[in-house]
């Protein structure tokens, strides 16, 4: 509804019009409303305001109703004319063709209709015509239409007199106040007007909590709580209000509003939005980034703050990796990746909000074999006898298990217990490994163990073993090839070499001398025994 508001003569108050359809046809500007052939088009469809017509033509702002042989007719959409009680007035301006061909008749939904006379034609000037309806309902339309042929309309509306008190304020939103929190000063002033017309008592300023008001200015503002504003034969003239924030608030924003009221008059309300601005204060950290490694100890890295007032809380952001005491800044490491551990304050005792942060880095221990010796003592041992050494093998951190083998000249001559260790959660436990030495000849014999894991750096030890003959067994030189079949020994050897044999522990068990070839000897004893032919020797198991 396009509202328009006018000032009624004939009373000492001011009348508010309130329209409820005005339209002026100012959309047509084809055709003209002075000359017999300048409404010759016909006005199809109406528009908004008058959606339903019969025989109208354009006529240069206004409408022609009608034709030589014909009425014409505007027919309104739908109003609600039953505010004000039903009450409402229908007001248009009307000219006739080059004679007065008829009277204009106005019909409103369920009311009787009215008609009335003009004297204006063509070539003269609009005549305005008013007329007064009551008992008005919703969903009413107005009818216009001539009684005979021609006619022209313009400038319509429908409304009626709001008779009501009525006040006005403007602007009704205040914007900008502001001041440093710790200020001993309000705000800077701001100001609106406050008026009123068909006024029955005096308006009343009420301010709200934080914000002041008063009818001077500078040095001559005085808050006052409530102001009255007298109003005289029920017209209050604008006048100016001033407005400040109170000093001495705490920072934040405050959204409030003043309440402009009078007796049976709709209150106003003006907006008031301002700030008291937080003191900024500085929290830091001694350093951008910490770098640890998983397993390593709590640690603390504290913040600084130029806000002493406000506790500290701390935070991480990705507490999957790292844990923070929110009081105390003390970091717990769980696992390798990245986090930031916050620090907050937040805006309290006129001090603003602040955070900072460093970038905590935790990294995984390398994987790591674990030995109880860096160094294998050196094993010594006789010729067919057997001597061990033991290692507690583990690991920690380990992605995969351990694998343990022997390389190196006299590799053969040593064996380990076993060639791995399994790994559970990045843990090997202690595990014993036996290393062994089981020398075939006299000398000494070296051979290296490697200890290696996915990851983690090799762990290399020198095997060293010094053998000698038993008892009774020198000079050896040479390793004897031999076989058993059956229980029997037998070899190569030349005519008259000195055949010798051995049990573990030295004692001779037979001697005799080899012929040329091929010599098979049963054997003595069963067991471990060492067989020297000539400078020839070797250890057989029987």
Known sequence: MLLAFVMMVGSTNAAEQVNILTEDFSSITTGDNTTSSGAGTAWTGGNTNFPTIASVYKAGGAVKLGSSSAVGSLTSKDLDLSVNGGAFTIRFSVKGWTTVEGSIKVTVTGLTAQTVTYTSVMAGTFE???????????????????????AYIDDVSVYYVNASPTITVAPATLTGFAYQYGSVTPSAEQSFKVGGTLLTNDVSVAPSPNYEISLATGDLFVATNPITLTQTAGVLTDTPIYVRLKSGLAAGSYSESITVSSTGATSKTVACNGTVACVASSLTFSTASVNKTVGNANFTEMAASTNAITPITYSSSAPTVATVNASTGEVTILTSGSTDISANQISSDGYCANNAKYTLNVVAKDPTIAITEVKIPDMATEVGRITSEILLVGGVNLTAGIGLSITGTNESLFKVSQVAITQTDGTAPS?????TYNPIAAGTHTATLTLTSAGAYDTILALKGTSTLLSGISNVYNPLELTVVNGEIMFSASAGESVAIYNSIGQQLLRKKAVDGVNTIEVPAHGVLIVKVGNRVTKVII
Do not use: D, N, P
Not at 431 to 435: D, L, P, R, S
């Open 128 to 150: 305005q015509k008013e007329l007064t309806f009551t008992g008005g309902t919703a969903g009413s339309t107005v009818k216009i239409e001539t009684t005979a042929k021609r």
């Open 431 to 435: 595990t014993e490994v036996t290393i």
